[in-house]
């Protein structure tokens, strides 16, 4: 559960004189989430939830009451923020901002199967469109600057083998050009504990505390990594696809989002393992609090990292003595587009300096470098001008 600040039934039915929604008969805290402090409220006219925010500013939180009110205009399912008698979505109550919404029906989706995947890619291409004309913007608070700093702040914290994943990874990260892809206001954290289905509907869109701008093709990764993915963290192709090709029949992909799927996969997976290892060594101190369990990204990281090598230009350049392995990469590399990944393994060891040498002097990205046993990998993306 998250509950950082209790609340009192005198102290609730103290803020509930300022909303027509009757006597308070029942409160309960709310176990999931672990960002904000929830309560589900009864009263004698209906069914509530109460928000008491735990970090954010009033100016931000206007921001997400709006943009709540703003995708309700568009007939997407989120809680409707209550007004107050004083006129106001965002009251106060235990010295923190708090909103009372409706609560909405429908249970979290365990096990997705295909159809739920079908409607959350709907859903989401729904709501990137939906925001094409709201004018409030909000940077992300998990965006590429924060994702290399976390990656700094937790690896001393990690064993050796993690350390070196992550240190890997956020080299790759530094080779996405994310400026390139459409941008657009996104949820972020559309988990299936933000999303509630009445039997086959999806009935609730929940939680938009981390909405911001950003690229709108992330959002859909952050999806697909949470909602189509077999129990070791690999990805279900059936349901990806079943997300993906409805998505795509509301706001088809541009060619450079096709292209940088598969890193956006990546960057998605890291960021929910780095927030989770924050929240591990970091825990903020609560009535009751939920840790949600880093090595599930961890896996799930480390699974799109291989399913990324595994779908890459392969080069055979074992046996092959210095400078033949330069040669092969180099003429493999002359028709590729910008931004293919090539695995080279080679059997001579000078080529674990000269390849990278070589890219890097042709504006190629090095991804990777390995060595097992006698073979050594490189791996690289292509730059702009191959
Ligand atoms: N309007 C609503 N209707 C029904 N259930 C709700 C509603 N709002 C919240 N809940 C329930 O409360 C849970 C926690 O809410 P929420 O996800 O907003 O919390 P949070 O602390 O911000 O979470 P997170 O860790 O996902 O950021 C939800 O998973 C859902 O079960
Ligand atoms: N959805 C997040 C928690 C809120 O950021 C996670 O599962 O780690």
């Known amino acids: 559960m998250s509950v950082y600040t209790p609340v009192s039934t005198t102290e609730l039915a103290q803020f509930l004189g300022d909303y027509p929604v009757g006597e308070c008969t029942a409160l309960v805290g709310i176990q ?3 960002e904000n402090s929830n309560f589900f409220v009864s009263t004698t006219k209906g069914e509530y939830v109460l928000t008491l925010f735990e970090q954010h500013q009033p100016e931000t939180l206007h921001y997400f009451l709006t943009l709540l009110q703003h995708w309700a205009a568009h007939d997407i399912p989120v809680p409707t923020p209550l007004v107050n008698q004083h006129g106001e979505i965002l009251g106060t109550l235990n010295t923190k901002p708090a909103a009372l919404v409706m609560r909405l029906p429908g249970l979290h989706p365990q096990q997705t199967n295909t159809g739920q995947c079908a409607a959350i890619g709907t859903m989401l291409a729904r709501m990137h469109l939906a925001t094409r004309d709201f004018n409030m913007q909000r940077a992300s608070d998990r965006d590429h600057a924060w994702r290399m700093q976390m990656a700094q702040t937790v690896l001393p914290h990690l064993n050796a083998e993690d350390a070196e994943l992550l240190q890997a990874e956020v080299k790759f990260q530094q080779s996405i050009d994310f400026n390139t892809l459409p941008h657009g206001t996104i949820h972020a954290d559309l988990f299936r504990d933000n999303v509630l289905f009445d039997g086959e509907t999806l009935s609730g869109v929940l939680d938009v505390y981390f909405a911001c701008n950003d690229c709108l093709l992330y959002d859909l990764a952050v999806v697909v990594n949470d909602w189509c993915c077999h129990p070791d963290g690999s990805l279900d192709e059936t349901r990806v696809q079943a997300c993906i090709k409805h998505y795509q029949a509301l706001r088809p992909w541009k060619p450079q989002e096709q292209q940088a799927w598969p890193a956006l996969l990546r960057t998605a997976a890291l960021r929910f393992w780095l927030s989770r290892l924050y929240e591990k060594y970091s825990p903020r101190p609560g009535e009751l609090t939920l840790q949600k369990n880093p090595l599930e990204f961890r896996q799930k990281l480390q699974h799109r990292i291989n399913a990324m090598i595994a779908t890459s230009i392969q080069i055979n350049a074992r046996r092959l003595l210095c400078p033949l392995p330069v040669i092969r990469v180099q ?12 695995t080279a393994v080679c059997t001579d060891p000078g080529a674990l300096h000269d390849i990278p040498a070589w ?22 993306k292509t730059g702009a001008s191959p």
Do not use: F
């Open 32 to 34: 999931a989430g672990i």
């Open 359 to 380: 890219a890097r002097i042709h504006g190629h990205h090095v991804l990777e470098t390995r060595t097992e046993g006698r073979e050594y990998t490189i791996v690289l």
């Open 331 to 342: 003429q493999t590399i002359e028709n590729l587009t910008p931004g293919t990944v090539v």
